[in-house]
Structures are given as structure tokens and as C-alpha cells.
């Protein structure tokens, strides 16, 4: 295989998290599309069904860091030379297609965004495609979504100019916002954008949803208003030499 996806990872107290990783884990390993590791950041590893993929733990029960999730997952993968980033709570049931058009292993540096669309699935409707593998009823649509949110694909190439993911970004909120405008401004990565639909798991809103930490959101913020004014200094603000 020559594509690894990477997916983030923290339960959450009610399971459903962990529920919703196990399904996509159940359903990537039935295509045998490629190499999945599960990067969890906790105090405490979580007892999973892997279905196959690695599991890499990352002892820290801190404020989440996805990029540091993702990043760890691309650097410990590195004979791949695509990587999938995807969340623990969405299915691409096209992605193999994609990869096997744009995936060409001499590509230049190159960002897909794999989705035209977020399709939020219910509660009723998550379940079904658990137990049946189907779906029925009407969707929640969310258009203009970012190209690094839910699912993104690169090669090794877009990662090492890029310095993969801003690790600087904690909690919820930003960073594929920031990756999604490196990619698109730095210069010398190929983007491309393809049409299919993401479908997003349902899972309980927690409270605090959709700022765990309203201070460090304002960082966040600052940072991807970082990328878009001047993405070179960005870049050097984060300690990544420009080639």
C-alpha cells in the first residue's frame, strides 16, 4: 500500500466517539484501501477494536492538538508517500476513486480536498448505516467547507514543504483553516478540489461546543489571520525554513 490514513483521536465520557471510530475502522478495513493509524492523545490509552490499524498513543491528557495527532501519524508512516487525514467521525465512500486517479506516486507537491459537501447524519440515520449499511431520509447539508476539515489528502511532498499541520493550535477550532491557506498561498503545491460528498457521524454536541477554551479560540483565530496576511511569515513564526 502506499496511501496511510491518519486519524486523530480522544474518547469522549459517553463512548460515542470511540463508537464512531470502531464503525469507520470496520469500514475502511472491508475495502483494504490502505494503512490506518489511530494517533490518540490522553492520559490513558483507550481499549479499541482496531480492526488492523496501528495504534499509537500519545501520553498527554492537555487541551487536544490534532496537527500534533496528524503530524506524529505522517512522520511514523514515513515510506507512504500519501496520507490520508481524516477525522474519527467521517466516511468517504468514494475516496479509493480519487486516490486512484490523483494519487500518482511522481505527483508534484499536491493538496486534494476530496468533498464538495458535509453531510450530517442523525442519530436514527448514523445508526441504520451501522446496522445495515444504508441510509434513508433527508440530509443536513453544510457546502463551503474548508479543504483540510473532516478529510484532506497529500503526498509526502505537500507535507515536508508545508511542515505538515501548525502544532501551535490547541483545543477546537483552526488549524485546518491555517493548513487549508498554507497549501492554497505558499506556492508550489498543485490543489485540487473534487466533488463528492463527506458524511459526518452523529455524535452529542458536548456543552462547551463550539469553544472549549474561549481564550486560546482566540488564538487560534489569530493564527489562521496570521497565514492569510502574510503566509511567509507564518511560516517562519512557526520555525519552518522556506525552501
Given at each position: 500500500m502506499d496511501t496511510v490514513m491518519v486519524i486523530p483521536f480522544r474518547a469522549d465520557a459517553e463512548g460515542y466517539r470511540r463508537r464512531n471510530l470502531e464503525f469507520i475502522l470496520k469500514y475502511y478495513a472491508a475495502k483494504r484501501l490502505c494503512d490506518i493509524v489511530v494517533v490518540?492523545?490522553?492520559?490513558?490509552?483507550?481499549d479499541l477494536a482496531l480492526q488492523g490499524a496501528r495504534h499509537i498513543h500519545l501520553e498527554d491528557g492537555g487541551a487536544f492538538n490534532r496537527s500534533r495527532c496528524r503530524n506524529a501519524?505522517?512522520?511514523?508512516?514515513?515510506?507512504?508517500?500519501?496520507?490520508?487525514?481524516?477525522?474519527?467521525?467521517?466516511?468517504?465512500?468514494?475516496?479509493?476513486?480519487?486516490?486512484?486517479?490523483?494519487?500518482?506516486?511522481?505527483?508534484?507537491?499536491?493538496?486534494?480536498?476530496?468533498?464538495?459537501?458535509?453531510?450530517?447524519?442523525s442519530e436514527r440515520q448514523t445508526q441504520q448505516?451501522?446496522?445495515?449499511?444504508?441510509?434513508?431520509?433527508?440530509?443536513?447539508?453544510?457546502?463551503?467547507?474548508?479543504?483540510?476539515?473532516?478529510?484532506c489528502i497529500l503526498n509526502r511532498q505537500a507535507f515536508d514543504l508545508t511542515g505538515g499541520m501548525d502544532e501551535r493550535f490547541l483545543g477546537w477550532g483552526g488549524e485546518d483553516d491555517a493548513f487549508d491557506c498554507l497549501c492554497r498561498t505558499l506556492g508550489g503545491i498543485t490543489c485540487l478540489a473534487l466533488d463528492d460528498p463527506l458524511l459526518h457521524l452523529w455524535h452529542p454536541r458536548e456543552p462547551d461546543l463550539p469553544i472549549y477554551d474561549p481564550q486560546q479560540y482566540r488564538k487560534n483565530l489569530a493564527m489562521v489571520h496570521d497565514c492569510q496576511r502574510d503566509v511567509r511569515k507564518y511560516q517562519r513564526d512557526r520555525g519552518i525554513v522556506a525552501p
Open positions: 490518540e492523545q490522553s492520559q490513558r490509552p483507550t501519524g505522517a512522520r511514523a508512516s514515513a515510506e507512504q508517500p500519501w496520507i490520508i487525514w481524516s477525522d474519527g467521525d467521517v466516511i468517504h465512500p468514494r475516496v479509493e476513486a480519487h486516490l486512484a486517479a490523483h494519487a500518482a506516486p511522481a505527483a508534484p507537491p499536491t493538496f486534494i480536498n476530496p468533498k464538495n459537501a458535509l453531510l450530517d447524519l448505516l451501522m446496522h445495515t449499511g444504508h441510509i434513508e431520509g433527508s440530509f443536513q447539508c453544510r457546502r463551503s467547507i474548508c479543504g483540510a476539515s473532516g478529510m
